[in-house]
């Protein structure tokens, strides 16, 4: 297709100002979890009581067939713990709108595994941080390497080809990259990893797990060694500084071609940006999800050509952007500044300068009571006592499989 | 077209050998097109791609396939000149290599 792309410019120009209707969108159905992730973006754990109920669920799915919006993916907290899950997949994909689904995988039984390797319409994501339980039950929970394992096998065992296994990379995991690629390959899966944000609970451990610059460097290498057979919601884009642009859409989509629509109704311009600085409106509002996408005031300024601020006079711009929006934000960096993870460096310059205590705080926290918040013991590999679960599929990024085609 | 695969695919989809501009073609069953601004965005549910068509002229041609004879005259009938087809026919041939369109004779 790129043949044709000189006559209307760079697509990625094109999002940048914005669709009439987001191409997929992130859809956390709960904010219920049997986990509690450290780093769950969307500080899940306990049901919110104004969650949208079935039939307003099923409201929003007749609004995004009308839209055209191809699908949607689903998370949480753990959204197969409502008691309508399935009914809302059969609802969806019935009315057109295809559902990717994030899980820990604690109900995906053998049963289960065998009707999802039966739809063409319905994908899944098991989430995993760790090769191994050490790893991997540090920051989710213990047991829950296990769990995932299992439902892997069982997705395996039932014939389903293809389906994700989610990776929020971090300190403790980048050193794991091929045994995670490893992993994926014996159960016929594929390898999805992303990039870890201070969002939700990720706010309060975000300086212990992301990646450092040496490790930031390796998995760039890693990423351009293994290219298209890894995908990466499009979420490293900060990274193609190094020098080669990644596979997919170099582009921040929020609220240009991605959103979140949280479990009470609530529209973000991302998911990874639960925050009343970019709440867009609620679904329940006066024109529903449609008016909220078309006509809110943040998306409409979202929309509009960014000035690039200081990093506009950096060589490395029209590759990064500026990168990730919420990850400057609530590390307390000006958003028309540098990444905090910034390949040249001046994110963490600029942290330096960021007082303690001055980033903005994440506005909901669902977490289970008691659930320790910080410090969190993230080397540790025994949760501590009452802190039976962990997060959910807080790793969803709405650019999840978004290929940009040949 | 061999499109039942349930997922995004792991490894390249299969390429076309060449593209028979004389066949008959059509979207495939299960690929939704939304227009927009720039041409518009093609959806395929079965293996999740999405493919962008970037002109409209080849929207045109795309949603002309499943009336016309074959692939050439589905451009003629787009406006697409002689001069112009092979530059078509490269664009057809990339969205046969991801199935989002397929030959009319297939299963």
New interface residues.
């Given amino acids: 297709m790129t043949v044709l792309a000189q006559r209307v410019g760079p697509l990625v120009e094109e999002f940048a100002l914005g669709l009439d209707a987001p191409i997929c969108l992130t859809w956390e159905l709960t904010y219920a979890c049997n986990l509690a992730c450290v780093h769950c973006l969307s500080s899940s754990g306990r049901r919110d009581p104004r969650e949208l109920s079935t039939e307003e669920c099923k409201a929003v799915i007749d609004e995004l067939e009308r839209m055209q919006v191809f699908y949607v993916n689903i998370g949480g907290g753990e959204p197969t713990v409502r008691a309508d899950f399935w009914e809302l997949v059969d609802y969806a994909t019935a009315h057109s709108v295809g559902v990717k689904f994030s899980t820990n995988g604690v109900k995906i039984t053998p049963e289960v595994a065998c009707r999802l390797a039966a739809s063409d319409y319905v994908d899944v994501q098991i989430s995993l941080d760790g090769a191994t339980a050490e790893v991997n039950d540090a920051v989710r929970g213990a047991g829950s390497y296990d769990t995932a394992r299992r439902a892997m096998r069982n997705l395996a065992d039932a014939g389903m080809r293809g389906f994700k296994i989610s990776v929020v990379m971090t300190r403790q995991n980048v050193g794991q990259l091929d045994a995670f690629k490893a992993i994926a390959d014996e159960h016929d899966a594929q390898l999805r990893i992303t990039r870890l944000r201070p969002s939700g609970r990720g706010a309060d451990t975000w300086d212990e797990l992301h990646p450092t610059a040496e490790q930031q460097r390796e998995l760039y290498d890693w990423l351009v060694a293994h290219g298209e057979g890894v995908l990466t919601g499009d979420s490293f884009f900060h990274l193609a500084a190094y020098g080669e642009a990644l596979p997919g859409l170099n582009l921040c989509g929020a609220g240009r071609v991605v959103c979140l629509i949280d479990p009470v109704g609530d529209v973000y311009a991302c998911p990874f940006a639960i925050h009343e600085n970019f709440l867009a409106g609620n679904v329940r509002d006066d024109g529903g999800f449609t008016a909220v996408w078309r006509e809110s005031e943040l998306f409409a300024d979202l929309r509009r050509p960014q000035t690039g601020g200081a990093c506009r006079s950096c060589s490395a711009f029209d590759s990064c952007r500026g990168g990730c929006m919420a990850a400057k934000f609530f590390t307390g960096l000006p958003l028309d500044g540098p990444d905090p993870e910034c390949v040249k460096g001046h994110g963490a310059a600029a942290l330096a300068g960021v007082e303690a205590g001055a980033a903005p705080r994440p506005s909901l926290d669902h977490s289970h009571r008691g659930a320790p918040r910080r410090p969190v013991p993230v080397r540790l590999g025994v949760r501590p006592a009452g802190a039976t679960a962990t997060a959910p599929s807080c790793d969803e990024d709405p650019l999840a499989g978004f290929r940009p085609g040949p | 077209m061999a499109c039942?695969?349930?997922?995004?695919?792991?490894?390249?989809a299969p390429t076309t050998d060449g593209f028979d501009v004389d066949a008959a073609w059509r979207l495939h069953p299960?690929v939704?097109i939304?227009p927009?601004?720039?041409?518009a965005?093609l959806?395929h549910?079965?293996t999740?791609?999405?493919?962008?068509?970037?002109?409209h002229v080849?929207l045109d041609v795309v949603t002309a396939l499943g009336r016309q004879g074959s692939a050439r005259t589905a451009c003629a009938a787009a406006g697409v000149s002689e001069a112009e087809l092979p530059?078509y026919v490269?664009?057809l041939e990339?969205?046969a290599?991801?199935s989002m369109i397929c030959e009319r004779t297939a299963p």
């Fill in positions: 039942a695969v349930s997922t995004e695919p792991s490894t390249p299960q939704a939304r927009e601004r720039f041409g965005l959806y549910f079965g999740r791609r999405l493919s962008f068509v970037k002109n080849l530059v490269t664009a990339t969205l290599a991801s």
